[in-house]
């Protein structure tokens, strides 16, 4: 059987010829030239659900340690999430250098100290808000309430598909739940809706929902594809009588690609195949999704963060454009984010541990296989955490400074922006950087103005950095 005939018995999911080519094709973007040379044509996105502590991570400030259990006097008013201030809490952790750059980073992020002078470190970022679900929202689309798209929809959008048999925006969820707002991080609102991120969830039984018809006597081959192909005229009928509305042909590319992606995702999310040293690397567990996972402990982080970052590697290298990986999910007892109201110690840890080693064995791996210099990789969460202690052992919400860091894509490493003495506060509260001005600095490295990428939405030109944004010069090449 040709590949013509095989794709053919898929026809029931299809409106158009499109997987009838005999010929690879890719779906184009919005752009058809870009505004300038890129640096980059992919992306990852890692987000710490919860509110990462940065002064316990990449943000090492040794005033805390100095003033552990003194009262804390940042000399204003302090207007916390959910308490009081505390005393000053230095971190359980011990700092030191990594590095030819000597980069102090916490033991927690050790495993980053091997691929430390590739990272570009942003100390100074501020957020908006210290709700969770707006935060959130923030950092994932540029805004801090619902109706607006996510990056990975406004990448999708702008540059199109490499390889029709995969989605162009794939997100890699906690194996726990969703993080605050749910799909609305991954969500393409005004844009054409097949832009929306496609949930995948590795090391699950079923790891994409609804991609294979369940297994049942009643159900054959034959009367499955008899049944699509009704649901085929029907959709058709549908649509034609409502050609402006996006949303079905956004649907039936949805089983266009259903039918490829039983040929090539399974292909994409099987480890199994390779190198055990590689395996290894990421820190993957011999009892793979079976990994005890009762109490939150640093062999199952390990396990389910690298495995996510595995498979955004051989999603990347099969062309999808946008990866979204998520650590942490909603709020739940006992707690499985990184809101650590309670005990920085025990959550931080483990989570910590969990994505450093994968984050470090996903940039060497891209490193040796030459695709870190055209793959950016953002690390963030919605803000970061106080300086001072909630209760005894947690800290608070810190909307007012936390990091990020990049790499990959022609960002050169190094520190740029400071906190301030106690990591409360940019060091230079007139230079912030905000998170549009990350956005902004994410498209001009995959070849796009940021202020030249809109859709005119209500009567507004949107884009994904507002009306504002800077492109982060100094550490770009």
């Known amino acids: 059987m040709n590949r013509r005939h095989f794709l053919t018995s898929f026809s029931g999911l299809a409106l158009s010829d499109m997987l009838l080519r005999d010929q690879a094709w890719a779906e184009p973007g919005v752009l058809r030239a870009l505004h300038h040379p890129p640096r980059a044509k992919r992306v990852v996105q890692m987000f710490m659900a919860g509110a990462a502590s940065h002064v316990d991570m990449f943000d090492h400030k040794p005033l805390l340690s100095k003033r552990d259990g003194e009262p804390w006097d940042p000399g204003e008013s302090v207007e916390l999430f959910q308490s009081t201030p505390g005393a000053c809490f230095g971190s359980p952790w011990a700092f030191k250098p990594y590095g ?46 619902p109706g607006f798209p996510s990056a990975g929809s406004w990448v999708s959008y702008a540059l199109g598909s490499e390889n029709d048999n995969l989605p162009t925006f794939v997100v890699l969820p906690d194996h726990r739940g969703f993080a605050s707002n749910g799909a609305k991080n991954w969500a393409t609102a005004f844009l054409p809706a097949q832009h929306q991120g496609t949930v995948i969830r590795p090391g699950n039984a079923v790891p994409i929902a609804d991609l294979m018809p369940p297994k049942s006597g009643f159900i054959t081959p034959t009367s499955d594809r008899a049944g699509l192909d009704v649901l085929a005229r029907l959709n058709a009928a549908h649509a034609a009588e409502r050609t402006g509305d996006d949303r079905l042909s956004a649907r039936v590319r949805s089983y266009e690609l259903a039918a490829a992606m039983q040929l090539s995702a399974t292909d994409a999310l099987d480890v199994s195949h390779e190198p055990k040293y590689i395996r290894d690397l990421y820190g993957l567990a011999a009892e793979g999704a079976g990994v005890d996972d009762s109490a939150i402990n640093v062999k199952a982080e390990t396990e389910f963060f690298g495995r996510k970052c595995l498979v955004a590697r051989r999603l990347l290298e099969r062309g999808v454009r946008f990866v979204q990986i998520w650590s942490g999910n909603d709020n739940g007892f006992p707690r499985r984010n990184w809101d650590s ?59 007012f400074v936390f990091t990020n860091w990049l790499c990959g894509g022609g960002i050169k490493g190094g520190t740029y922006g400071e906190s301030d003495e106690w990591g409360f506060k940019p060091a230079d509260r007139a230079n912030p950087t905000l998170v549009y001005d990350v956005h902004a600095t994410l498209l001009h490295q995959l070849g796009i103005d940021h202020t030249k990428l809109t859709v005119r939405h209500n009567g507004i030109d949107r884009r994904l950095t507002d009306v504002h944004g800077h492109v982060l010069r100094e550490m770009t090449r």
């Open 341 to 399: 109201h309670e005990d920085v110690k025990r959550d931080h840890e483990p989570l910590s541990l969990g994505m450093a080693r994968g984050a470090s064995a996903l940039i060497q791996d891209l490193k040796q296989r030459g695709m870190l210099e055209d793959t950016i990789l953002l690390w963030t969460t919605e803000f970061g955490r106080m300086p001072c202690s909630q209760g005894s052992k947690g800290r608070d919400h810190n909307p």
């Open 100 to 145: 030819q750059s000597g980069k102090m980073l916490s033991e927690i992020v050790a495993p980053l100290g091997d691929v430390v002078d590739d990272i570009a470190f942003v100390h100074n970022v501020v957020g908006k808000t210290g709700v969770h679900s707006q935060g959130t929202l923030l950092q994932t689309t540029g805004f801090n309430f």
